[in-house]
């Protein structure tokens, strides 16, 4: 059974970087849509960076310069980038592989 595995969460002061990454037991060569998430407490999960078709990737707004998306096809492995952490970024982070959800990790940035 194919599963995803999170990493890099935790704790850190507002301006800090973190680096998250998501392990694929399976291939992730011919997927096309890769992608995290998150969820704050009483909001609902958006959409924070993904890689589509071809290559491209998408950012939310509040996210577009300080985060970074990619890819790694031979470790099968997703990986964000976070950097000039905000408080409004304290969230569950979850990545998503086609279908297939992570299990979150915690994001919290203190001010």
């Known amino acids: 059974q194919v599963q995803l595995v999170e990493s890099g969460g935790g704790l850190v002061q507002a301006g800090g970087s973190l680096r998250l990454s998501c392990a694929n037991s399976g291939s992730i060569f011919s997927i096309n849509l890769l992608g995290w998430y998150r969820q704050a407490p009483g909001k609902q999960r958006e959409l924070v960076a993904a890689?589509?078709?071809?290559?491209?990737?998408n950012y939310a707004d509040s996210v577009r310069g300080r985060f970074t998306i990619s890819r790694d096809n031979t470790k099968n492995t997703i990986a964000l980038q976070m950097n000039s952490l905000k408080p409004e970024d304290t969230a569950i982070y979850y990545c998503r592989i086609g279908v297939r959800w992570g299990q979150g990790t915690q994001v919290t940035v203190s001010s």
């Open positions: 890689i589509i078709s071809g290559g491209q990737t």
